[in-house]
Antibody
Framework: EVQLVESGGGLVQPGGSLRLSCAAS????????MSWVRQAPGKGLEWVAN????????YYVDSVKGRFTISRDNAKNSLYLQMNSLRDEDTAVYYC?????????????WGQGTLVTVSS | DIQMTQSPSSLSASVGDRVTVTCRAS??????LNWYQQKPGKAPNLLIS???NLQSGVPSRFSGSGSGTDFTLTITSLQPEDFATYYC?????????FGGGTKVEIK
């Protein structure tokens, strides 16, 4: 059974940092692109970033470029999102998701999400 | 960036109704369009990929159509478990973008 379990969310002050993790199981993690998608409270979905199977390519939405870094450790079946210089508008539930079709961001499995709250 | 516009933003329908949700892209995305269903407090669930390909395990009352800029999600004979929010997503160009969502509520 495919499972994605996010962790690392919490309350952080504006300008602070947080590192999210996503533990994957039930599939060959190293053969799938992975994404982070977020959802602000009561709002819609926003794609944040994705990373290639081997970590050699990654892409970001403009609003997080230069502040967030997506990475992965295939030996640990884990996906990460390092978030720096956090802003109020980064407050959201952050989901990790598996890309069903290589590089297309067709997301067939999602974690349960982890809440990040940026507030003073 | 490619803007995705869904309509309506919400609708009320009864069990057994036929429901249609539309999604328009700001430029042609060929058929690079996915549909997701999200229930309150839960992660989204992929229903349809590449405009019309029903995912395994998704009931056949769901269907998708369209190409270019205009796409449709249709639910024939709405069931109680279908009351949720539906999102379209374009995967044609980075940044990947989602529509604003359509909330399907019980009439």
């Amino acid at each position: 059974e495919v499972q994605l379990v996010e962790s690392g969310g919490g309350l952080v002050q504006p300008g602070g940092s947080l590192r999210l993790s996503c533990a994957a199981s039930g599939f060959t993690f190293s053969t799938y692109w992975m994404s982070w998608v977020r959802q602000a409270p009561g709002k819609g979905l926003e794609w944040v970033a994705n990373v290639k199977e081997d970590g050699s390519q990654n892409y970001y939405v403009d609003s997080v470029k230069g502040r967030f870094t997506i990475s992965r450790d295939n030996a640990k079946n884990s996906l990460y999102l390092q978030m720096n210089s956090l802003r109020d508008e980064d407050t959201a539930v952050y989901y990790c998701a598996r890309d069903k079709i290589e590089g297309t961001t067709t997301l067939d499995f999602w974690g349960q999400g982890t809440l990040v709250t940026v507030s003073s | 960036d490619i803007q995705m516009t869904q309509s309506p933003s919400s609708l009320s329908a009864s069990v057994g109704d036929r429901v249609t949700v539309t999604c328009r892209a700001s430029q042609s995305i060929i058929n690079s369009l996915n549909w997701y269903q999200q229930k309150p407090g839960k992660a989204p669930n992929l229903l349809i990929s590449t405009a019309s390909n029903l995912q395994s395990g998704v009931p056949s009352r769901f269907s998708g159509s369209g190409s270019g800029t205009d796409f449709t999600l249709t639910i024939t004979s709405l069931q109680p478990e279908d009351f949720a929010t539906y999102y379209c997503q374009q995967t044609y160009h980075i940044p990947i973008t989602f529509g604003g969502g359509t909330k399907v509520e019980i009439k």
